[in-house]
């Protein structure tokens, strides 16, 4: 038993998808957020960069007593789970290896697709993880940077010409090519999942790269015999940029209210 | 006569249309850009955001000996011109009342339509600049944040669904109003010059905001007798992200090579 808080962070709200699964997994534990909405876009940015803010990211959860942190960026999670793993004392966990590994483990023809950002294709993580788990995998990979401002503008409703286009631009290469599975690899994507899985068909199964990350924390957690022992857990969400921006997004997301429990946080200086 | 270089600086890559205008109206002047590649996007962000980060680009450039700071960025110029002239011993200059001012002598119909980012648009700045200028305008303003991201992602050509569907969303009520005159208020927006004119109509004037900004700053050091006295100046880029790419997508804007003028600067640190 381990009644420490849980530390989650994303560049801004596309990490809340994972919270989500979280709180419904583990209803008990206590969340710690941080959403670096005063930065955000990160997939967009240099590799340099994106480890900068990360380092920043982890340094402030670390004010927190945590049992563990978790990476709910597909960004930070391909560019930079390595090296945060190695920097700290507690467990650092990513959504790369649990989406590839449900990846690998829902292929039937071999042909997987890759989606995600500019930074998190550039990497090459989720291919390299993909093939070890799965030596035969033909993986299709493509950045997508419209997706996450178009997700931020509330952009991802069936029927919207905008979002539907871009779609059909992205991912007609992985449609053509027959791939069976296909992997949100950013966090913000499961918004887009109805629209997606309606382009591309109900013979191809997404993968959600943020729900797989929480189902490791709760399987790893289980296992060190690490879970907290109580009813209802509670969240406290930092944000580095408006609170009040912030609260009304994240009932999007999440699909409750968090207003009252949002803090503001100066990153700069971690 | 001045020699000092002049300063410029915007959230990213959009002030380089205000530097292109500032090198053909005054081949002679030295510039430094700052651009804050780290942490664009501005207009999303909060108020309070967008003048720390403004103290800070400020607290950059003034590391070299200037004669004048030219705020090429829309957001900025609405959001913390008063704070930054405020602040500063040099003289520091924005967008909007030139801006302001071209749009209020071009109007006819005294329907004046404004587009900028959701900061600029909160702060109502140009609607005071044109309304004192103009009493009599009926200014339609619009936030239009999706047009930063699609610029920076190359969408700005006639003939992209995309671009034409959210120019004709943003932009029909202008139409329908018959606004004759529209004010681009974001330095990203002269690469859409050509699609929003194909849409608004050759009736309607455009007002680029960051050309106008430039053409003040002509106006102004050639009334106080500031200008430099050489036959061609030289330029000098900064970034807080990635040297390559912004070189790569600044000879876009620019359309003129600027490899091996650019370098990084830890932004965070001023």
Do not use: W
Request: proline share 4%; charged share 25%; glycine share 8%.
């Amino acid at each position: 038993m381990d009644q420490k808080p849980i530390g989650v962070f994303d560049s801004g709200l596309g990490g809340l998808t994972t919270v989500r699964e979280l709180m419904r997994l583990l209803p008990g534990e206590d969340i710690v957020y941080f959403g670096d909405t005063g930065r955000v876009p990160y997939g967009s940015r240099s590799k340099e960069t994106i480890r900068k803010y990360a380092r920043q990211d982890v340094a402030f959860l670390r004010t927190f007593d945590l049992k563990a942190i978790v990476i709910a960026c597909g960004t930070v999670s391909t560019t930079a789970l390595d090296l945060l793993a190695a920097e700290n004392p507690i467990p650092v966990m990513g959504v790369v290896e649990p989406a590839a590994r449900a990846a690998a483990r829902a292929t039937r023809s071999d042909a997987i697709g890759l989606i995600g950002t500019q930074a998190t294709i550039r990497s090459g993580a989720y291919e390299r993880y993909i093939s070890a788990l799965h030596p035969g995998a033909r993986i299709l990979s493509k950045a997508c940077p419209l997706f996450v401002p178009l997700v931020e503008n509330g952009r991802f409703h069936r029927g919207d010409i905008v979002i539907e286009t871009v779609v059909e631009e992205y991912l007609s290469p992985m449609k053509e090519a027959g791939v069976d599975t296909l992997v949100l690899g950013c966090t913000h994507y499961p918004l887009l999942e109805e629209v997606i899985s309606a382009y591309m068909g109900p013979d191809v199964t997404l993968i959600n790269a943020g729900a797989e990350g929480a189902r490791e924390v709760a399987r790893k957690l289980e296992a060190q015999d690490a879970l907290a022992q109580r009813e209802q857990g509670s969240s406290r969400y930092f944000v580095s940029d408006s609170v009040e921006d912030f609260a009304r997004l994240a009932s999007i997301f999440l699909r409750q209210d968090v207003t009252g429990e949002v803090a503001q946080v100066d990153i700069g200086q971690f």
